[in-house]
């Protein structure tokens, strides 16, 4: 089994029975725990991928800030045109 790993903002990740299991701590104690099974951790992981791909090529995306800054950076992006503030 792997050991508990630290990703950052209070995150934790470690994999229990087969599932991706997730915490946010605050030094103290355990604050929320999710679970992810397989198919949603490949979800996440593929939206990921999209995401950036779309954003590794802002010049080809017009004046595209989704992920440079705040999310409320967004508005900017025409592949999102759902987004609003």
Same mark, same amino acid.
């Given at each position: 089994m792997l050991e508990k790993q630290y990703m950052g903002?209070? /995150?934790y990740a470690v994999i229990? @029975? &087969?599932l991706v299991k997730l915490t946010v701590e605050d030094g103290v104690a355990v604050?929320? *725990?999710i679970f992810l099974e397989p198919k949603v951790m490949n979800a996440v /992981?593929?939206?990921y991928e999209m @995401?950036? @791909?779309h954003h590794s090529g802002q010049a080809a995306h017009g004046d595209c800030t989704c992920w *440079? &800054? *705040?999310m409320m950076d967004r *508005?900017?992006?025409p592949v999102h045109p759902e987004v609003e503030v």
């Open positions: 903002d209070g /995150v229990e @029975a &087969g604050r929320h *725990t /992981v593929s939206y @995401a950036k @791909a *440079t &800054g *705040t *508005t900017t992006c």
